[in-house]
């Protein structure tokens, strides 16, 4: 009897590959069990104990039987001395001392007698821990994975045991974990040294199958796959089994591999963001504690830079089972490392910088800088020798013009040498460091080195080390990362979502008055502090009225259409706290007017942090102040005091109070649209809100899947900008990519307002030397605290003090003073009055990959009006000189307009946005160049020519004529004419004779123009 495609093309190639890794083949025929209704057991030792652990529910008597007999021996039976010995199921330190079989064709039973026949079950000491159902090459694996799920609906007993579910087909294999739905099962992509690996034991070029199998179940790699890497997380009450990614293992591994090579040492794991970083982590820190692993109890400390991210991965090692510990204080975390004999913590980096504290306030000492603190102490390193140093905030109290305190700025008050206390000389203590970017490897990374100086550092990041941040690879511990996983190949893997860019490109003008109407407003002011309103003004230029109208009009017509219309949700992204409150001011007012018109509408909300009302009112003087200048009070009222002026009439505040920010983020918002009133469990099902306008808020460490599109209307730059988009990449079911909308103008729009507000008094020298010393200091913080940089330390010196001496020295005491509140609003009249903007366009006109490399350049060569004209005005001059020879006359006219139209703008006596738009006229008149009336791109030259000599009228009578010249006709019916240069005399002798009566031309002149036209025809 043949056997099937299936049997032979995928089953029995499994099975040997199976056999040559170290299996040994059982037809199960061959099993004897005495349950059929239970999953098959081929020992008995301690088969009755096993068996108290399994409850009627799968899933969790799947946790405990992995729990209690796979991660760890908990089980434990009478010996024949009838003493309670602890029986261990797996040696998971030496692969050789297990038994591995391979069982094809079992048949088993559920209670009502079903058959349960899956292709092949795998067994490691007689325990049946992974199942693999085949499928011929030509079907899909969706089949496979369906028959797998219907399985464990049907049959869950005979999956107590089991650990990983395999679907394969020869071209493809698929792997995931119990009550895993098909749709999440992973693929496993091989390295180049895992290929070879393969290769070597297989002699040829493996299949997917192949590789897959190897990847899972070799030996020693299943083993430790089935002890260190099962994953049940918990959140909310429910749980989930998990397998990880091949990229969370290999990272893994890897990392274990450096840590115990003969001379460990640390390095960076580089994995995009989405991919599962977290997990990652946990993983890691559960396999540095395994007593497999060697590394004798070892300390585990997970350090990040913010405290939201410090209680994210604190949360999520506990929801995986792992009991880290949080250093919620400085004194918590110096008792907690100093008396340590092997835990898992988690911190935050800034704790390390902090001064020893009383026991007593401990507790309050705050993690990052605070605007509100007056003073501090803080370690820090110089060379060899550390001090306390003592630091006063030259900027207590202060607020900006939206009523937030400023960021906090430190001056020293006095220093104190100190012998440094280190906190552990453990050999086997490792640091998890999460986003290693700046704060990790400045002065604060040398520091914290010192206290811990045995401990190995391990980074993890989710963007790429850009070139000022090379050296942390070297910073902990090599030149390479220890492993890579890019956006790309998590896109491939379907683990993220591609992302798609799509340009949304808004054209602003200045009005020439607005000089004027500047000097007027400010007319009282230095001429320093004019300097200062004016450069604020530039930075400022895109919260201009009309241009932030158009921005709203078009981000609601798009997320009404492209984002609502698909179930899912979106952000704004605004350029400060004032910009987020107006926008959302807008968007209402434009969702009053639809609803009035009965048209679609949704909800936003506004997300920004507050203030407290304390640090935030407006003072009288300036109500009076204001007042005086005609401006309304609500115009100078900061964001809080609005809020709380809202809350106390009963209507919804602008912005969120800060108390409900974090269950409507976490919990709300992330509900899809629907019914809002609450489920069966107490809980809402639901929530309507669309849009939420943020600042800085939720842009790192925070995803929300129903998050399909990000409107940009804020300049990001680096790894914040890599960060934010990621926000719309995370999968969910029928969500196909996450989209940026980008509202910002790629390179510097300054050029055309800066025709309206040249600066008398520029002070450049001053400010180029300024953002010199700025430039220098930040290199020398990249190399610190590498030892290369101790020469630079005394120019760092000087040139600090040659900057605080310019400062006293510079006119007036209002250089970089603050903008008020009052000047904030008269500087947004002006943007409002006389900066125009156009509807929102795109400038490539299609969508694009943000991996899209051609169409991102271009984009940003054409980006703003000033790059965008450059590009332009170089590709009209290049159309003019290679048209020149085809068509003389039109692009001799074309070339000298163009001219004058550059001297007009080199003048400055256009606008830029004037200039791009003449230019883009120059551009459609090229493109209708041959829109003439005649049949071909020859004829139209020959018009254009003598159009330039004649009357229109007469120009288009003689072209007519000359084309029905019946010897004209003729040679001009093939191509061969222009081969033959002796006929060329006749040729233009016959055109001047044609060329006399129709134009009234001499002789001579009439034999130029006939040379010229000849021309003109030979190189069309």
Partial sequence: ?????????????????????????????????????????????????????????????????????????????????????????????????????????????????????????????????????????????????????????????QFVFNQVCVGLNRREGLYG?????????????????????????????????????????????????????????????????????????RAVRKTVERLCAPKPSGGVVWHTQGSGKSLTMALLARMLRADSTGLNNPTVLVLTDRKDLDKQIFDTFHAVGINAIQAVSVDGLLKMLSNDYGSVFTSTVQKFQENDQPSDQAAETPDEDDALQATRHRRIREEKDFFIVHERNV?????????????????????????????????NFYVLVDEAHR????????????????????????????????????????????????????????????????????????????DTAFKEQFADQSEVRKH????????????????????AEHLVEHFLSSVK????????????????????????????????????????????????????????????????????????????????????????????????????????????????????????????????????????????????????????????????????????????????????????????AERFLDPATRLDMVEEFLDLVKQFNRSVDIILPDVRGVPFKPYFTLLGEIRLMLRDKLPGSTYKERITKLESALLQQLLDEYIAASPAKSLLGHEV?????????????????????????????QTIVTGKDKDPAFFDKIAEELEKLLEEEKAGRITQAKFLEQLELFSQRIQDKDNTGFNKPAHSAVYHYLAALLAEDTARVATTKLFEDEMLNRALATENWKKMPDTHPDFRDHLRGVLMPLAGWERSVARDHAKRIFDILLKN
Avoid at 203 to 212: H, K, R, T
Avoid at 410 to 422: A, G, L, P, T, Y
Avoid at 620 to 628: K, T
Avoid at 682 to 698: H, R, T, W, Y
């Fill in 395 to 427: 900027r207590h109290l202060a607020v900006d013009e939206s009523g937030v305190p400023v960021k906090a700025k430190w001056e020293e008050i006095s220093r104190e040498k100190v012998h440094f206390r280190v906190l552990s000389t453990k050999p």
């Fill in 565 to 752: 219309a698909k179930g899912l949700k979106a952000m704004l992204v605004c350029d400060g706290r004032d910009m987020a409150v107006r926008y959302k001011d807008l968007l209402d007012a434009i969702m009053v007017e639809r609803a009035n018109k009965g048209l679609p509408t949704f909800d936003s909300k506004v997300v920004i942090s507050l203030a407290s009302i304390t640090s935030s009112r407006t003072g009288a003087s300036a109500m009076e102040e204001a007042a005086a200048y005609e401006i309304e009070a609500d115009k100078i009222r900061s964001i809080e005091e609005r809020v709380k002026a809202e809350v106390k009439a009963g209507k919804t505040p602008v912005a969120m109070p800060s108390e409900q920010i974090g269950n409507f983020v976490s919990k709300l918002f992330p509900l899809p649209y629907g019914e809002e009133s609450k489920g069966v469990d107490g809980k809402p099902q639901a929530n309507n809100v669309g849009l939420i306008i943020v600042s800085d808020m939720l842009l790192t460490g925070w995803d929300a899947p129903i998050v399909g599109t990000m409107y940009l209307d804020k300049p990001l730059k680096e790894h914040t900008l890599l960060q934010a988009i990621a926000r719309v990449n995370r999968t969910l079911p029928g969500k196909n990519a996450g989209y940026i909308v980008d509202f910002q103008q790629r390179e510097a729009y300054k050029d055309d």
């Fill in 439 to 514: 704060s990790q490897y400045d002065f604060l990374a040398a520091f914290m080195r010192a206290s811990l100086p045995n401990a190995k550092f391990i980074a993890f990041t989710g963007t790429p080390l850009l070139q000022e941040d090379k050296h942390t690879l070297g910073e902990f511990g090599g030149g390479e990362y220890i492993d890579e996983y890019r956006l790309h190949e998590a896109v491939a893997d379907g683990a993220t979502l591609p992302i798609k860019y799509q340009d949304a490109w808004v054209a602003l003008s200045a009005n020439a008055e607005l």
């Fill in 177 to 249: 974990a119990i009550l895993t739905k098909p749709a999440y099962y992973a693929r496993y992509r091989l390295q180049a040294q895992e290929t070879d690996a393969v290769i070597a034991l297989l002699g040829e070029a493996p299949s997917e199958q192949e590789n897959v199998l190897w990847a899972l179940f070799e030996p020693g790699r299943f083993l430790q796959l089935i002890t260190h890497f099962v994953l049940f997380e918990t959140r909310d009450g429910k749980t989930v089994k998990k397998l990880p990614r091949y990229q969370q293992w």
């Fill in 532 to 551: 200062e309103l004016k450069r604020e003004l530039l930075r400022r230029w895109r919260q201009a009225g009309d241009r932030m109208e158009q921005v």
């Fill in 1 to 157: 009897m043949s056997q099937s495609p299936e049997k032979v093309g995928v089953e029995l190639p499994a099975i040997n590959w199976l056999i040559k890794l170290g299996y040994t083949h059982l037809p199960g025929s061959q099993v004897q069990v005495e349950h059929r209704h239970l999953a098959p057991v081929f020992i008995s030792a301690a088969l009755i104990e096993l068996r108290k652990r399994v409850n009627d529910e799968l899933l969790p008597a799947n946790k405990a039987f992995w729990e209690q007999v796979v991660h760890r021996s908990d089980i434990q039976v009478k010996d024949v001395e009838g003493k309670p010995r602890s029986v261990h199921f797996f040696d998971a330190s030496d692969a050789s001392n297990n038994d591995f079989h391979v069982v094809d064709q079992y048949v088993g039973r559920n209670a009502d007698g079903d058959v349960f026949r899956p292709d092949l079950l795998l067994f490691v000491n007689g325990l049946p821990l992974a199942i693999i159902e085949c499928k011929a090459s030509h079907h899909r694996l969706d089949e496979a994975l369906g028959q797998l799920d219907g399985y464990q609906s049907t049959f869950p007993t």
């Fill in 849 to 877: 990959s943000i991996l899209d490399a051609s169409d991102m350049e271009r984009l940003k060569k054409l980006a703003s009006p000033g790059s965008r004209a450059l590009v332009m005005k170089n590709q009209l001059k």
